[in-house]
């Protein structure tokens, strides 16, 4: 059952219009935590299991959160590879920033913004008996890896640092051509 939790599937994501869950799977996860800290608890291994087995929320938000992680990190490569054709200043291309300036507006704020925060809430919200998990497991080998980047957090940090490159690109872009964006932009 652990390992179907914990192994991500072969290409689902977590879609974006899912409600943010606190889902049977993670009070399991949660559950079972506790109950390897606190062996005498009354908790039922069994009761367990189903949940754990049955709903696989870790699988899939670790690799929604490594996909979103290498998507943002090939944007934003991209967009500073290619950030010296943006031209700003008196003779710059109205219609290029104003399409850059939408494509933000649109794509990042309207959809994908949403959905890297869904995809930190969710995490967050497991993050805490992760952390609890990890401490309880043997560090063996084999297993030290996963462990570190999941229970321990490390693949979480990758995925802070994409959205802050990302978002830092984008500041970065709108400050040298002076553009606003969002709300200011609309007045």
């Given at each position: 059952?652990?390992?179907?939790?914990?192994?991500?599937?072969?290409?689902?994501?977590?879609?974006?219009?899912?409600?943010?869950?606190?889902?049977?799977?993670?009070?399991a996860?949660?559950a079972?935590?506790?109950?390897?800290?606190?062996?005498?608890?009354?908790?039922?291994?069994?009761?367990?299991?189903?949940?754990?087995?049955?709903?696989?929320?870790?699988?899939?938000?670790?690799?929604?959160?490594?996909?979103?992680?290498?998507?943002?990190?090939?944007?934003?490569?991209?967009?500073?590879?290619?950030?010296?054709?943006v031209?700003?200043?008196?003779?710059?291309?109205?219609?290029?920033?104003?399409?850059?300036?939408?494509?933000?507006?649109?794509?990042?704020?309207?959809?994908?913004?949403?959905?890297?925060?869904?995809?930190?809430?969710?995490?967050?919200?497991?993050?805490?008996?992760?952390?609890?998990?990890?401490?309880?497991?043997?560090?063996?080998?084999?297993?030290?890896?996963?462990?570190?980047?999941?229970?321990?957090?490390?693949?979480?940090?990758?995925?802070?640092?994409?959205?802050?490159?990302?978002?830092?690109?984008?500041?970065?872009?709108?400050?040298?051509?002076?553009?606003?964006?969002?709300?200011?932009?609309?007045?």
């Open positions: 059952a652990w390992r179907k939790q914990l192994t991500p599937p072969s290409s689902t994501m977590i879609p974006p219009e899912a409600p943010l869950p606190h889902s049977d799977a993670l009070l996860i949660t079972y935590t506790n109950a390897m800290i606190s062996p005498s608890s009354n908790l039922s291994i069994i009761a367990m299991q189903e949940p754990i087995e049955k709903q696989r929320y870790l699988g899939a938000l670790f690799y929604s959160m490594d996909e979103s992680t290498r998507w943002l990190n090939t944007i934003t490569q991209q967009l500073e590879r290619d950030d010296s054709k031209i700003c200043g008196a003779n710059h291309d109205k219609t290029r920033l104003n399409y850059l300036r939408n494509v933000f507006d649109t794509f990042f704020v309207g959809d994908i913004q949403p959905y890297l925060s869904k995809i930190n809430s969710l995490y967050l919200d497991v993050q805490p008996a992760l952390e609890a998990l990890d401490g309880q497991l043997p560090k063996t080998t084999p297993f030290l890896a996963y462990s570190d980047a999941y229970l321990g957090g490390a693949h979480y940090q990758d995925f802070q640092l994409s959205i802050k490159n990302h978002v830092g690109y984008w500041q970065r872009l709108f400050k040298r051509c002076q553009l606003q964006v969002g709300n200011q932009a609309k007045k």
